[in-house]
């Protein structure tokens, strides 16, 4: 399949969901390794997301990390090599 390539009108838009999945999938897996209460200070300890932005990512990845083709998983770097293949 095609992807958008740089350039193209929905190329930022794909780059930004895939990106947004990647950061969720990130946070939650950091989520499962805190203990019940730990999840607020990590936050503000260890990234620059407020709770509803990390909310929010992690909401992104559980509905479309799973219906993202594998070839769009990944870093944005390999992503890129795979899509200019």
Same mark, same amino acid.
Do not use: D, F
């Given at each position: ?5 740089? #350039? %193209?009108? &929905?190329? !930022?838009?794909?780059?930004?969901? /895939?990106?947004?999945?990647? /950061?969720?999938?990130? &946070?939650?897996?950091?989520?499962? &390794?805190?203990? %019940? #209460?730990?999840? #607020? *200070?990590? &936050?503000?300890? !260890?990234? !620059?997301?407020? %709770?509803s932005t990390a909310t929010r990512l992690i909401q992104i990845f559980k509905e479309h990390g799973p219906k993202l083709p594998a !070839?769009? $998983?990944?870093?944005?770097? *390999?992503?890129? *090599? $795979?899509?200019?293949?």
């Open positions: 399949m095609m992807w958008p390539r740089n #350039g %193209h009108p &929905l190329y !930022s838009r794909l780059m930004v969901l /895939i990106n947004a999945v990647e /950061i969720g999938r990130h &946070l939650t897996e950091a989520k499962a &390794l805190l203990e %019940h #209460g730990e999840w #607020g *200070q990590w &936050l503000e300890e !260890s990234v !620059s997301y407020s %709770h !070839s769009l $998983r990944g870093t944005t770097a *390999q992503i890129m *090599q $795979r899509c200019t293949i």
